[in-house]
């Protein structure tokens, strides 16, 4: 709230209520929240700190396919799994560092449950307390998938909807990239006004638009995010999770 400061919100509408927690994995989450719709849950969960993946139920009837997970009562990275890195299962991202995927048997998927490896987070121990943030796909309003690059304008990607947001990276050294609508639309689906996850660097633009955000997908204009050859993972999402909706 610092005066004059510009801010960004993006939000993620979990339900307006605590749903019951998830009894379909081997823990039940101390607290959870739950949108099907959205293919969105987020869980608070306990774990001990042996070398073993342990489920929690996610509330959802898909496998996650994005999740970000953080041990919130120690300084520590945010680890994120996404289903298209190399080895699904046996590597993670960090969403607050640029490094490349870091090899640890961390996850595991199912249609109503998510595991996660607490002797892969540092510091975990019995009574600490893990955040997870886990997304499955709707059609028409999310898509979390991965592209090659071309390093050439044109680079087309589609997802079936009107990209509102989109964040990007590659699988290796490299860091995850927003743009989306909100911020800067110059009303041709053009956006140049890029932030960074993976450091705390101001906003910046370029002087080309760098990505297309489109009626049915998004489309890479310059090299960047779009090196030869070069594998990237992305997540994307519409306005609201209505298979007719519109972004607006």
């Known amino acids: 709230n610092t005066q004059n400061d510009d801010f960004v919100l993006w939000g993620w509408d979990a339900g307006s209520a605590a749903a019951t927690a998830s009894t379909d994995g081997q823990y039940t989450p101390s607290a959870q929240w739950i949108n099907a719709t959205a293919g969105f849950s987020m869980a608070l969960t306990e774990y001990d700190s042996t070398n073993a993946v342990k489920t929690i139920g996610t509330g959802l009837n898909t496998p996650v396919e994005f999740a970000m997970v953080k041990n919130i009562d120690i300084a520590d990275n945010w680890r994120c799994y996404h289903k298209d890195l190399s080895v699904p299962n046996e590597r993670y991202l960090r969403l607050n560092s640029s490094s490349s995927e870091i090899t640890s048997s961390m996850w595991s998927t199912s249609n109503t449950t998510f595991g996660i490896n607490g002797a892969g987070l540092v510091g975990v121990g019995d009574n600490q307390d893990l955040l997870a943030y886990m997304f499955t796909s709707i059609p028409g ?5 991965k592209y090659v690059g071309t390093n050439a304008a044109g680079n087309f990607i589609h997802t079936g909807f009107d990209v509102k947001w989109l964040m990007v990276r590659s699988r290796g050294e490299d860091g995850w990239v927003i743009n989306d609508k909100g911020r800067d639309f110059n009303g041709q689906y053009g956006v140049d006004a890029t932030l960074t996850a993976s450091t705390d660097g101001a906003e910046y633009t370029s002087s080309s638009l760098n990505v297309f955000l489109l009626s049915n997908g998004f489309q890479l204009n310059s090299a960047t995010h779009n090196g030869t050859n070069t594998t990237y993972v ?15």
């Not at 309003?141 to 998938?145: A, E, L, T, V, Y």
């Not at 992305?234 to 607006?248: D, E, S």
Request: proline residues 5%; without cysteine.
């Open 234 to 248: 992305y997540a994307a999402f519409a306005a609201h999770p209505l298979k007719t909706a519109r972004a607006q």
């Open 141 to 145: 309003f999310s898509k979390f998938g």
